[in-house]
């Protein structure tokens, strides 16, 4: 069974940077995409960043484009996500997924992933 467990978030000032990891056990990442999706207070899921663990092909949403960068290491099978410059609208809970689709249908279809969700860690921006 594909599991993740993800840790990395807190408090942060808006301006300010964090690095979130997700380690992944079940599977082996060589092949696989694999997500970081966020969850705001009484909102959906929704796709944040996605890459491809073969050929780095990655995704992301706009309102992170040059703000947040995606990574890999596959030995370790872990996801990193790098945030920087963080926005009051960029809190909430992130969650990491795996699937075989293309890196922008995984990202752009959280509802995939409903039922597998993990703990995530809870990002807190805010002055």
């Known amino acids: 069974q594909i599991q993740f467990v993800e840790s990395g978030g807190g408090l942060v000032q808006p301006g300010g940077s964090l690095i979130l990891s997700c380690v992944g056990s079940g599977f082996t990442f060589n092949n696989w995409r694999v997500g970081w999706f966020r969850q705001a207070p009484g909102k959906e899921h929704e796709g944040v960043s996605c890459i491809n663990t073969y050929d780095g092909q990655t995704y992301y949403a706009d309102r992170v484009k040059g703000r947040f960068t995606i990574s890999t290491d596959n030995a370790k099978n872990t996801v990193f996500l790098h945030m920087n410059d963080l926005k009051p609208e960029d809190a909430g809970r992130y969650f990491c997924?795996?699937?075989?689709?293309?890196?922008?249908?995984?990202?752009?279809?959280?509802?995939?992933?409903?039922?597998?969700w993990g703990q995530g860690t809870l990002v807190t921006v805010s002055s």
């Open positions: 997924a795996a699937d075989l689709a293309t890196v922008t249908t995984m990202c752009m279809s959280p509802k995939r992933y409903l039922g597998v």
